[in-house]
């Protein structure tokens, strides 16, 4: 039975709150930046269709503008975000008529990772594999939602680097932040997505299979996986505020909050 109270949101770290770390190294500034961004994409602090400037961004994550630029045109890249000469930028409104198709194309790259890394994986990546599935299993009553993504970003990653094949992943990366951010609306904001149950039980069938070698189990626990993700969007399409997926609507609303005229 699904529980009556939304996930919990986990309190930020005083090492978050600080300002990030600085790194000598521009590419370590840049990765930083571009991770730091992302979260904020997935957990929607960057409103999805929200028009910014760029220093805005180094004002929320803590970095100059160079490492700033470099991961707004990576994620310009990943279609996260459209950028505009002379306008500024925007954080991409979801599309789920796009994400649909989309997922389409996630679920044939998943199946070709999975194989690969059930195929490929070492005894220290199994080991690893295993490590999340005990974190998963032992923490599935109270996981938070912040809490399991950073667990799931780093499945997606043991996953990539175990299949060993680098030319998938900039196509994968950019897909796992895409659905990050629906999974994150849906377990935030419909009532389907209270608990976060379904979907660890999802990932530790995921992560078992794979550990134990065996490719076809490991194969058709991934397509049940993207199937529960595909039925979160009729949950969005029939419940979510329409504004949630793009903040330059919700100018519609206001428009019947006005006094009448006199």
């Not at 009556?4 to 600085?22: F, H, K, N, V």
């Not at 521009?26 to 992302?38: D, F, G, K």
């Not at 991961?71 to 925007?90: I, M, S, W």
Request: net charge neutral; with cysteine.
């Amino acid at each position: 039975m699904a529980s009556s109270t939304r996930p919990r949101r986990a309190p930020a770290s005083p090492a978050a709150q600080e300002a990030p770390r600085r790194s000598s190294s521009p590419v370590n500034l840049s990765n930083l930046a571009y991770e730091r961004l992302e979260e904020l994409l997935v957990c929607c602090e960057l409103k999805p269709g929200r028009f910014l400037a760029t220093h805005e961004l180094q004002a929320m994550v803590g970095y100059g503008r160079t490492p700033v630029l470099q991961a707004v045109n990576r994620l310009a890249a990943d279609t996260l975000v459209a950028v505009t000469p002379r306008h500024g930028l925007q954080i991409t409104p979801v599309d789920l008529t796009r994400d649909r198709v989309l997922l389409r194309l996630r679920r044939d790259m998943e199946r070709f990772v999975i194989q690969l890394a059930t195929e490929r994986s070492g005894a220290s990546q199994r080991n690893q594999m295993l490590h999340l599935k005990r974190q998963l299993s032992e923490h599935r009553a109270d996981i938070t939602l912040e809490q399991f993504n950073l667990v799931d970003r780093r499945i997606d990653q043991l996953f990539l680097a175990a299949a060993g094949e680098p030319f998938v992943e900039s196509t994968l990366r950019p897909l796992h932040t895409i659905f990050r951010r629906i999974g994150w609306i849906y377990h935030m904001q419909t009532q389907q997505g209270v608990d976060l149950h379904d979907t660890v039980d999802g990932h530790i069938a995921v992560i078992d299979a794979v550990a134990a070698g065996k490719a076809d189990a490991a194969i058709a626990a991934s397509d049940r996986l993207m199937e529960f993700v595909e039925g979160m969007f009729d949950v969005l399409e029939r419940e979510v505020d329409p504004a949630l997926l793009d903040c330059s609507l919700g100018g519609l609303d206001a428009t019947f909050l006005r006094s009448p005229a006199a």
